[in-house]
């Protein structure tokens, strides 16, 4: 076995999560807190339902201050061709919260056919719980 390999396949699963992990642990209560770090513009025409705008521009400890240290932000911008949301991972990190990033963000929540919120929200699968 090759332990460099086997530290980098833990360390990705430790910091990253896909749409399914994300909708699973939202529907079973778990202690994440979805957010959206684009523009404000950007969330308002479609985003992941329940999830926070905190654009990644703005962050601050002032900003954050009402937020949850006891809960794990997961940060997602519109994808791949997108760096908000480790611009945001790495900001929310810098202010003392657990963090980790949503793999394809917005694009793949959509691609695996989950329900949007906004101006131009997508019919799909929708969240059912207290989010």
């Not at 833990?10 to 399914?20: F, G, H, P, V």
């Not at 308002?44 to 654009?55: K, M, Y």
């Not at 949301?85 to 990190?93: E, F, I, N, Y």
């Amino acid at each position: 076995m090759n332990a460099e390999q086997l530290r980098h396949y833990q360390s990705k699963l430790a910091y990253e999560m896909d749409s399914w992990d994300i909708y699973e642990a939202l529907e079973n209560g778990g202690p994440f807190v979805v957010v959206d770090g684009r523009t404000a513009e950007a969330y308002a025409n479609e985003h992941i339902p329940g999830s926070l705008n905190l654009p990644h521009r703005e962050l601050s400890s002032a900003t954050t201050a009402s937020l949850d240290k006891a809960k794990t932000y997961v940060c997602y911008c519109d994808g791949i061709g997108c760096n908000a949301s480790t611009k945001t991972a790495l900001k929310l990190l810098n202010l003392g919260f657990e963090v980790r990033e949503l793999i394809g963000g917005l694009d793949w929540w959509k691609r695996d056919g989950y329900a949007t919120q906004g101006r131009k929200a997508r019919i799909g699968k929708e969240l059912v719980c207290g989010c």
